[in-house]
């Protein structure tokens, strides 16, 4: 069974640019959240998507939103960017998204900004 | 504030020594614990989880975690560490309240190093 596929696993940037990050779940998933890992802050939660709605956010800036497909893959979109969102961009799925359901990684779309 | 914290940032041990590694987190309600551990190169992995029941669980590679509800913690544990441990470790926390979803609370994660 494939794993979580983030793409791409690199993306240099500029301020003031926009980015879009895809995941493609583990096969039968429905819910995927998204990551924001630095080494000052940690990993932090982004928001998490389940059959297309999103479901929960954490608390970051409008700039950060998201979307997810009929076929559960979802996309994530920073615009306006910052120097600060340099970070690790992790995306998780799960079978439902139900508390006591792990989450499954992938390995991360590194996002750098000039 | 809803949030997990873990003890120790970096960690060094030389093989055969045993570990643990600290997880306590602050909510009194119903929660479900993780711990992930990353290895250098690779993505986050799952190494045990707590949701109910026995509160000494059982992971992969040898590693277990006491849930002690009175103290709020989750603590990681194993009896004797190899070079192959060496990665970074992750306590999560699901629950706060959250709802049903999966949104995980993450501590700032423990390094392990293990010296041959």
């Known amino acids: 069974k494939a794993g979580v596929t983030q793409t791409p696993r690199y993306l240099i940037k500029t301020r003031g640019q926009q980015v879009t990050l895809s995941c493609s779940p583990i096969?039968?998933?429905?819910?995927v959240s998204w990551y924001q890992q630095t080494p000052g802050q940690g990993l932090q939660f982004l928001f998490e998507y389940f059959s297309e709605t999103q479901r929960n956010k954490g608390n970051f800036p409008g700039r950060f939103s998201g979307r997810q497909f009929s076929n559960s893959r979802s996309e994530m979109n920073v615009s306006t960017l910052e120097l600060g969102d340099s970070a690790l961009y992790l995306c998780a799925s799960s079978f439902q998204g139900q508390p006591n359901q792990p989450q499954h990684f992938g390995d991360g779309t590194r996002l750098s900004i000039l | 504030a809803q949030s997990v914290s873990q003890h120790n940032h970096h960690v060094i041990l030389s093989e055969a020594a045993s570990l643990e590694l600290g997880c306590n987190y602050s909510?009194?309600?119903?929660?479900?614990l993780f711990w992930y551990v990353q290895y250098p190169g690779q993505h986050l992995q799952l190494l045990l989880k707590y949701f109910s029941g026995d509160p000494l669980v059982k992971g992969i590679k040898g590693f277990e975690a006491e849930f002690i509800k009175s103290k709020f913690s989750f603590n990681l544990r194993k009896p004797s560490v190899q070079w192959s441990d060496t990665a970074e470790y992750f306590c999560a926390v699901n629950g706060f309240g959250s709802g049903n979803t999966g949104k995980l609370i993450f501590g700032q994660g423990t390094t392990l190093q293990v010296k041959p």
């Open positions: 909510y009194g309600g119903t929660v479900n």
């Open positions: 096969s039968g998933h429905r819910s």
